[in-house]
């Protein structure tokens, strides 16, 4: 069987007696086939019972394992060590915790900040009386076009990887964060919840209009899940319920409206659609020089070729069910 | 040469004149054919789906059929165009249902979306046209000496289900470009962050400390330039730079390129023809 000597390098700390955390390396034999969480555990057992790192079910699915692999969040137990050495032309495997969260120790990050912020969001089922049935004797039925708009969200493991890559997370300490506005998605468009797409007023108390759609969620996510199109939705659904009047909604309508006047995007009118005077004002330095070098577009466009057919769709896919 | 269907986006069309004017000479001079179909709309930049999801896949479906009626794969400048477009496209060549409902919408407009074309980005197709070694030897005048920063964004690489040109973790596209141009690519972590444009109207301060800390990673790794296949990207760091690196408490100035317009320059396009002088960030060539 294929073999190759791999250095680990592997980010120690514990904060009881290290000031910062440093890198430790290890040497190892790797059979090709043999998982980042395979090694760590060799590594523990023959070299260094200090190390640590949290794992259980080693079948991708508790969400315990997710560690960085060479920068990138996941699941110590399904990542194959050959295809990550191969993807970046070494034989050096660098495994860190997981970002936007404390270390415990190690490899071992604190899921507190997550977990409580998924909490403060309520994701979970409000039973609506008038769909679920009052005992068990009847069943609470959601039909397969409903379960699809919210299936693959069911499937999170809650290992954090996208929390830990997420961008706006980094930046906003107010912001949901990806997996937990997914989560509260979930419950948006789930047919048996009483507040349905009310819940997208939580998602916009916890900034989900920050999201900057960098589309890492989606990327690291062991589950295919993609959070950020959660968020999406989520987002439509709180102009839905009337949560019209703040820049994010007014960027969409000016958006829609400029495909329906002609067909292309009026960046000339946008910072006063979207934040009125004010977004006028704070973008007028750089909209100045725009200006002087040619790089503006009349405020009155030219309609595209063929525009009726645009209507003819939007207004159409407007009235889908 | 290959003919494609040019999507140019809406930024290229006005506030990034200079990205569709470098595309277009770069083309011109390498012989790549580019029709611009005046059917094509704007994608909706993906916002179109907080309208309704539905409205956004048949607009972009409607694209998709216009480049299908002539028979050529699309070719787009915008990163968000490229992932809006090829998202629509694999949610319909994926879901049988899914499409047959975008088509009842379509068929209103006389329309009809089969799946047959494809969409790229205009540096995929340089490095597939081409490769590494051809553009090379097309070069007249390499950028020697000429340390430049690949800035990929988002929606060039992320997520790679939908993209899929290479590997997302690790692309290496713009460094083979900047290599065949005869500079030095300097790679630094933030290459592959985001630059916080589509959170720029609700947070701005946010969007502005992203972009001020990706050009602050570029001025730490010596890059006398950066250059950016995403049209949104250049304008939060080009257009928005001072704004930007006072967020990070920083002030120098980092002359930003679209790719096109390094490729141009490496080409022997005289600069004018390349709308170097529309750049916010003056640009010593």
Known sequence: MEKREVL?????????????????????????????????????????????????????????????????????????????????????????PLDNMEIIRDLIVDWDKPFKRMEEMKPWLVPDPEVVPKTLDEESRVYPNELKKFDSFTDCILCTSCFSSCTATQIDENYGGPFQLARVYRFAVDPRDALKAERSKIGYAFDMWNCVRCNKCADVCPKHISPVDGIMKLRGLSIDVGLKDNPGARHVMAFYKSLLESGMLNEVLLPLRTKGIKGVLENLPVGIKMILRGKAHSPVMKPIGEHETLIKVMKAAMEVE | MGRYAFYPGCAAKGASKELYESTIAVAEKLGIELVELPQFSCCGAGVLEEVKEAVDLAVNARNLAYAEKEGLDIVTVCSTCLLVLRKTKYLLDNDEDLKEEVNEILSEAGLEYKGTVDVKHFHWVLLEEFGEEGLRKRVVKPLSNLKVYPYYGCHTVRPESILGFEPSENPQSLEKIIKALGAEPVSGERRLECCGFHAFWPAPKMSMKLTGLNLLDARRNGANCMTTPCPLCHMNLDANQSRALKEVGESFKLPVLHVPQLVGLALGIEPKKLGLHRNIVPVNY
């Open chain 1, 8 to 96: 680990f390098r592997i980010k120690r700390f514990n904060p009881k007696k290290d000031e910062k955390p440093y890198f430790q390396e290890y040497k190892l034999t790797v059979p090709k086939g043999m998982t980042v969480l395979e090694a760590l555990q060799q590594i523990k057992d023959t070299q260094d019972p200090t190390l640590a790192f949290r794992a259980f079910c080693r079948s991708a699915i508790c969400g315990s394992c997710a560690v960085k692999v060479n920068g990138f969040p996941k699941l110590a137990c399904k990542t194959q060590i050959f295809n990550e050495l191969d993807k970046f032309g070494t034989d050096t495997l660098t495994l860190e």
